[in-house]
């Protein structure tokens, strides 16, 4: 069991807005900063947000993210086909000296 | 091309070792911290190791601590995990990844992975 915490699921319509919420402690998401990851089916991960809301090059504006207390939350809006993806929160962890990981959101286009 | 290539995968029996390489080219590889992640099959991504710039830090999952050791050859653009009395629990898709950098953990770049099985 993951000490951040993600839905197991979304999902949405084309067009539609959609967020995954991603949950965690004083001791993660509290004190250091949130990244986003997605993962297209049988590719490597790819890195969507970094500390708490911001995009890397080439991440399209249609991704968005932010944090508040020990809470972070991943939006897309303008929901397209290819989104449909697993999509993982991660932050370091100050007392397990490491990075931890939610367990993952797997994010549906109906 | 910025990119990282691992390998070193392959099956091995519990107790075994292996030794995983990512050769990375395209980037100025010591000026970033580098992780291995990894991924059972069907199963989300978990962190497993940390090395810092010069390879003087490592850190470890809590799972891993003890049996698994993270290094880097500055010189050669190569970051390595060796692989020690391994268990089934360890088979998984193992990737390096680089951290951006001006940051110690957001992994911006991914090698392909290479698929570490344990099993007799």
């Known amino acids: 069991q993951s000490v951040v915490t993600q839905p197991p699921s979304a999902s949405g319509t084309p067009g539609q807005r959609v967020t995954i919420s991603c949950s965690g402690s004083s001791s993660n998401i509290g004190s250091n900063s949130v990244n986003w990851y997605q993962q297209l089916p049988g590719t490597a991960p790819k890195l969507l947000i970094y500390d708490n809301s911001q995009r890397p090059s080439g991440v399209p504006d249609r991704f968005s993210g932010s944090k508040s207390g020990t809470s972070a939350s991943l939006a897309i809006s303008g929901l397209q086909s290819e989104d449909e993806a697993d999509y993982y929160c991660a932050a370091w962890h100050d007392s397990l000296n490491g990075v931890v990981f939610g367990g993952g959101t797997k994010l549906t286009v109906l | 091309e910025v990119q990282l290539v691992e390998s070193g995968g392959g099956l091995v029996q519990p107790g075994g070792s292996l030794r995983l390489s990512c050769a990375a080219s395209?980037?100025?590889?010591?000026?970033?911290?580098m992780h291995w992640v990894r991924q059972a099959p069907g199963k989300g991504l978990v962190w497993v190791s940390r090395?810092?710039?010069?390879?003087?830090?490592?850190y470890y999952a809590d799972s891993v601590k003890g049996r698994l050791t993270i290094s880097r050859d500055n010189a050669k653009n190569t970051l390595y995990l060796q692989m020690n009395s391994l268990r089934a629990e360890d088979t998984a898709v193992y990737y390096c990844?680089?951290?951006?950098?001006?940051?110690?953990?957001?992994?911006?770049?991914w090698g392909q992975g290479t698929m570490v099985t344990v099993s007799s």
């Open positions: 990844a680089r951290a951006v950098v001006t940051t110690r953990n957001a992994l911006d770049i």
């Open positions: 090395i810092n710039i010069d390879g003087s830090t490592t």
């Open positions: 395209g980037f100025t590889f010591s000026s970033h911290w």
